[in-house]
């Protein structure tokens, strides 16, 4: 399912509680490092969109990018529907070349432990957008454990 050689902090005993929340579902993830848990998304979404503008210190590798690159290349699915969108939630607007992304369809946003703190705060008020009509929020925290909640849809009055 992963390799336990992909730095990142989401443990493997979270895995069927993350396949659990995505399967079949269009996913979209804040930050994603070296792809531990994008390879996991990949192989049970039905589409994964990745926000993260990919500055990362640079590894002996020759950066986090291509480390990403090849991890999924390596064990994400030929078939697997990735599309990585350079940015982040601050300024958020539909990035060019993504005029396909439908907010409505997204049913999971899943964030990176390793996004800094100093973007929590637009994370989840992008999140909460997404799934404004209900769906699943998840992330792993610092110490790699994985939590998640569900979205109830606000009942409006239309008069």
Request: hydrophobic fraction near 35%; aromatic fraction near 8%.
């Amino acid at each position: 399912m992963i390799s336990k050689s992909i730095p990142g902090k989401l443990k493997l005993e979270d895995l069927n509680q993350l396949v659990e929340l995505v399967d079949g579902r269009t996913v979209f993830q804040l930050g994603c490092y070296c792809g531990r848990g994008l390879v996991v998304l990949a192989q049970h979404a039905r589409r994964v969109w990745v926000l993260d503008d990919f500055k990362y210190p640079n590894q002996s590798t020759g950066g986090v990018a291509e480390e990403l690159k090849s991890n999924v290349d390596r064990l994400a699915p030929p078939e697997s529907r990735i599309d990585l969108l350079y940015g982040t939630a601050d300024g958020w607007v539909v990035p060019e070349g993504s005029e396909d992304l439908d907010q409505n369809d997204v049913r999971v946003v899943y964030r990176d432990a390793n996004r800094p703190g100093e973007h929590r705060e637009a994370d989840e008020k992008l999140a909460l957008g997404f799934l404004r009509h209900g769906g699943v929020y998840a992330w792993h925290d610092e110490d790699g454990d994985l939590k998640w909640l569900k979205v109830e849809p606000t009942p409006v009055e239309v008069n």
